[in-house]
């Protein structure tokens, strides 16, 4: 079963560190992607760029609105993101507990939609983007 495990971290703190100390995060999160490689559950991760960056887009009565900053504004940020291919939500536990993140911040641990039994109740179509959509 796939998980994403979600980093959530104060942001603002990481630039106050001296390099030290960043540069043994940085050792500590290559070792956990490493054992998450070695051990095979790791199907893809990545970091982002800070929530200062971020762009929120909704739309109201047919109209975009578009917002600069992140969604909600919060003492965390989400701030990377691993998706683990583990048997169960122990496992994913287990490596989210693994994680730096979980010594400083918050690891949020949720499962994948499940496409084939969502595709089973609703049928395929409800999965697919509308024509004429972006695909990309």
């Given at each position: 079963?796939?998980?994403?495990?979600?980093?959530?971290?104060?942001?603002?703190?990481?630039?106050?560190?001296?390099?030290?100390?960043?540069?043994?995060?940085?050792?500590?999160?290559?070792?956990?992607?490493?054992?998450?490689?070695?051990a095979g559950v790791l199907?893809?991760?990545?970091?982002?760029?800070?929530?200062?960056?971020?762009?929120?887009?909704?739309?109201?009565?047919?109209?975009?609105?578009?917002?600069?900053?992140?969604?909600?504004?919060?003492?965390?940020?989400?701030?990377?993101?691993?998706?683990?291919?583990?048997?169960?939500?122990?496992?994913?536990?287990?490596?989210?507990?693994?994680?730096?993140?979980?010594?400083?911040?918050?690891?949020?641990?949720?499962?994948?939609?499940?496409?084939?039994?969502?595709?089973?109740?609703?049928?395929?179509?409800?999965?697919?983007?509308?024509?004429?959509?972006?695909?990309?």
């Amino acid at each position: 079963m796939k998980y994403m495990l979600m980093d959530y971290v104060g942001e603002a703190g990481w630039p106050r560190l001296p390099r030290a100390e960043q540069e043994r995060w940085l050792g500590a999160y290559n070792a956990y992607m490493e054992a998450m490689a070695k051990a095979g559950v790791l199907q893809s991760t990545t970091g982002l760029e800070p929530s200062s960056a971020a762009t929120t887009v909704r739309v109201v009565n047919d109209k975009t609105q578009v917002l600069d900053g992140p969604y909600a504004d919060s003492k965390e940020q989400l701030g990377g993101f691993h998706i683990i291919d583990v048997p169960d939500l122990d496992a994913a536990i287990s490596w989210a507990a693994r994680s730096p993140t979980a010594l400083h911040g918050v690891v949020e641990v949720r499962p994948l939609l499940d496409r084939t039994a969502h595709e089973r109740e609703f049928g395929t179509a409800a999965l697919q983007p509308p024509d004429g959509a972006d695909h990309a």
